[in-house]
Structures are given as C-alpha cells and as structure tokens.
C-alpha cells in the first residue's frame, strides 16, 4: 500500500513567520512531487511542483525534496492571514498520484 | 493557463433521481480525468480515472453502476450520480492532466445535496 504521510495539525504560526510543512511517502520509485494549496470549501489549487533533489523557489514558497529520506517539504516565508489554508501533498509513481490527507495551517494576524 | 471548469458548482436534487456533473478543460487537452469526492473535514477521496475515449478505471470500492464516467473527448468528462441518496451528498471534484506531465488541474468542484 503506497502511502503519503502528512501531520494533520493544525500548524499555528505567527504572521511573518516561516511556515513549514512535511510530507513522507513509502514508494520509493516516485517521481513527481506536488504541493497543493486547498481553502475551506474550495478545490485544491497547484502551487508547487519538484522532480529533483534539492530546494526549488517561487516566490515566498520552497519546496524541498530529499528522495533518499523520502521527504518533502514546504516553506512559506513571510507568511500573511491568507495563507491560511489546508495543503496537501502529492506523490506520483507510475500512472498514480496519491495525495496525503493534508496540514492545516493557521497564521495568526 | 491549465483552468478546469466544472458545472453545476451547486446542485439539489431529491432522492432517487440522477445527477449529471461536467468537467472541462479551458485551455489544453486532458489525456486523463479524474474524479474525486470529499466529505466535510475529510481528505480528498479518488472516485476513478478516466482516460479520453476508453472506460473509467474505479477505485476500489466505488460503484461503477453508480457513478457512470464518460470521458468522450479531450475536454470534457461527466460524472452522473445514478439514484442519488442523501448519503451521496457530497463535494464533487474534477481534475485533469494534460499527459506532459504529472500536475493535476482541479475544477472549483460541485457541492451536491441529496434530500
């Protein structure tokens, strides 16, 4: 049973902080790594995208991959009211994504 | 780039009757639609996978006789709700992926209530 492991929360921090959010997965040969954003009631909307080690940016958010510890990451820096939300993992091997049941995050004003 | 449209975005419909959702890609061609519901506080749940011009493949567990998937072009995948019941009110959601690579496009998802 392939699995993605996310800590429900709910993660607090403070505005301006640095939020940081975690992902294992089991599958060992995935190759595509996501990280979607989901507010209250709404779908889930694609923020970030990683296929190799190591860090990639955009803008206030870096994705961090680390295939050898089978571990992905999320920072959001500077992080405003309106990063609060639900994020969601997602991991891809074969023809199959399998998405974690997600972090939520609350950044107080 | 990538928008997914889905319609209705709300729907009420009385138990027993059937329910037709329709998912769109805007702006480029899904090879693969896929097919989610979610429950209030719960995780995103996959339905089924379809692929343009073949059959949906179903999750374990989710009725196929239930829950009819066409996907008859690159732009367009229905979702029908066969003899809706109170317990098949739900969030619908859709997404799609072009095949150039693994993302997933969501739809703004469709909140069904089965009364």
């Known amino acids: 049973q392939k699995e993605v492991e996310q800590n429900s929360g709910p993660l607090s921090v403070p505005e301006g902080a640095i939020a940081s959010l975690n992902c294992t997965y089991s599958d060992r040969g995935s190759q595509s790594f996501f990280w979607y954003r989901q507010y209250s009631g709404k779908s889930p909307e694609l923020i970030m995208s990683?296929?190799?080690?190591g860090d990639k940016e955009d803008g206030r958010f870096t994705a961090q991959l680390n295939k050898a510890s089978q571990y992905v990451s999320l920072l959001i820096r500077d992080s405003q009211p309106s990063d609060s939300a639900t994020y969601l993992c997602a991991v891809t091997g074969g023809f199959k994504t399998i998405f974690g049941a997600g972090t939520r995050l609350f950044v107080k004003a | 780039g990538a928008v997914v449209s889905q319609h209705p975005s709300r729907v009420i419909c009385k138990s027993g009757t059937s329910v037709k959702i329709e998912c769109r890609s805007l702006?480029?061609?899904?090879?693969?639609m896929f097919w989610y519901r979610q429950f209030p506080k719960q995780s995103l749940m996959l339905m089924a996978t379809?692929?343009?011009?073949?059959?949906?493949?179903?999750e374990q567990g989710v009725e196929k006789d239930k829950f009819l998937i066409n996907h008859a072009s690159l732009t367009l995948s229905t979702l029908t709700v066969t003899s809706a019941h109170p317990e098949d009110s739900s969030f619908y959601i859709c997404?799609?992926?072009?095949?150039?690579?693994?993302?997933?496009?969501f739809g703004p998802g469709t909140r069904l209530t089965v009364t």
């Open positions: 379809s692929n343009e011009g073949s059959k949906a493949t179903y």
């Open positions: 702006d480029f061609q899904a090879t693969t």
């Open positions: 990683i296929y190799s080690n």
């Open positions: 997404s799609a992926s072009s095949g150039d690579g693994d993302e997933q496009y």
